[in-house]
């Protein structure tokens, strides 16, 4: 699946506890082409929403009430594979460096500050959701290398055990 094709099935999980932010993000995205996006201004579904369909990116806040950005990713550590990648995007008008430390420390692959400046959202999701699509497709080699060294395994012991039979014969 090329990119173009990629980004026009890419799922994205939009949350941020204010509506307007979300309907901005959804309006920027949805002008770039994304057509599969959810939202929510309920951090605590996110882990609920991740295992009903794993997406394809994550756009996060960082503080909102009852579960912050930090807690969700936190989260999301039990419901995302040891070996899968979620790129996560962080919203957050905090620019301190402690934030970005304890986000990238969370799991965070890059931030966004608010207010938003659309081209560079489009941009950073653009390239998240790339490297997203080159992760899935080496997972997908991996299996096939895989299986093909099973297969390969498989036909070795079947020479093996015909040549003890035929030693075995004399």
């Known amino acids: 699946m090329d990119e173009a094709e ?31 996006l959810t939202r929510t201004t309920d951090p605590t579904q996110v882990v ?29 550590g039990a419901v995302i594979p040891a070996d899968g990648f ?24 890059d931030f966004l500050h608010k207010p938003f400046d659309p081209v560079e959202v489009v941009l950073r999701v653009r390239n998240l959701l790339q490297t997203r699509r080159l992760y ?14 099973r297969e390969r395994t498989r036909e070795l012991e079947a020479a093996k055990a015909e040549i003890l039979r035929l030693v075995t014969r004399w």
């Open 6 to 36: 990629f980004a026009a099935r890419a799922r994205l999980l939009l949350v941020d506890d204010l509506e307007d932010n979300l309907v901005l993000l959804e309006r920027i995205l949805a002008r770039a082409g994304y057509r599969a």
């Open 48 to 76: 609920d929403m991740v295992r009903a369909g794993e997406p394809d990116i994550i756009l996060l806040d960082l503080h909102m009430p009852a579960m912050n950005g930090f807690e969700v990713m936190d989260a999301l």
């Open 86 to 109: 979620v790129p996560i995007l962080v919203l957050t008008a905090d620019i301190s460096s402690e934030a970005k430390q304890q986000a990238l420390a969370c799991g965070a692959k």
């Open 136 to 149: 899935l497709e080496l997972k997908a080699q991996n299996a096939v290398l895989e299986e093909r060294v």
